[in-house]
């Protein structure tokens, strides 16, 4: 990008991803006798989203549905292989109301660049199956209570970071296993704990990131309401 893209800062060592248009990432900025304002795209769109989206205003509601990025792997390594589920299974196990599609528009390409589609002849469906269940860096243990209790628990073991969706519940959580863990929030909340202590997550967060400060791997154990 640095070499193709006028006005880009050179001096820095590289450009492997640029945000061109991710509205929750960008602003408005309202200009006016010599005075700016800058707000959210989100206020656009809970003001103006019928305008905004017309006939499929309805269907997003307030989310706006596209963006545009670029990703820069000259001399880097290859893409990395992404599946996405299905809008029925984005609801069910998200929350979300559309899933996320992707398509790539090729605007530079060095001469030993090579594009797959599909399976190579020699990969095997089942190991690759295994290999994208065994490579999200986690894994998942269920701990189940007895039948007739209320909550539930759920282990979780990772070395770099888990995602996890709080399906509209109420997760109470500690690090049994490891030094330190930071929790990140999708509204920029950020707090750090460490070995045995407890913390809360509430339903209304909808989400949450949980990143290893320790070596090699930690474990987290998760209560929550059946």
Same mark, same amino acid.
């Given at each position: ?28 900025? $309202? ?34 549905? $596209? ?21 029925? +299974? ?46 999200? %860096? ?12 209320? +909550? %539930? ?56 990131? $949980? $990143? ?15």
């Amino acid at each position: 990008m640095k070499n193709k893209i006028d006005g880009l800062n050179k001096a820095v060592p590289n450009y492997a991803w640029s945000f061109e248009l991710i509205v929750p990432e960008n602003g408005l900025v $309202i200009e006016s006798s010599g005075k700016m304002l800058e707000v959210s795209f989100d206020c656009l769109m809970f003001q103006e989203s019928q305008a905004v989206m017309g006939r499929h205003a309805a269907q997003f509601g307030f989310d706006f549905p $596209i963006r545009f990025d670029f990703l820069d792997t000259f001399d880097g390594g290859n893409l990395s292989v992404q599946c996405h589920p299905r809008p029925e +299974y984005m609801k069910e196990h998200f929350g979300e109301d559309f899933t996320q599609e992707e398509t790539y528009y090729i605007l530079d390409a060095g001469d030993d660049a090579t594009c797959y589609l599909g399976f190579q002849g020699d990969i095997v469906p089942e190991n690759f199956e295994k290999e994208l269940q065994e490579g999200p %860096d986690w894994k998942l243990y269920h701990l189940p209570t007895h039948e007739k209790h209320t +909550y %539930d628990v759920h282990r979780y073991h990772f070395n770099t970071e888990a995602e996890i969706n709080t399906d509209d519940k109420l997760h109470v959580l500690s690090l049994v296993e490891g030094t330190s863990i930071r929790v990140q929030t999708p509204y920029g909340m950020t707090e750090r704990f460490s070995y045995a202590e407890t913390f809360v997550i509430p339903a209304a967060a909808g989400s949450y990131r $949980i $990143i290893n400060e320790s070596e090699p791997e930690v474990m987290v154990v998760k209560a929550f309401m059946k």
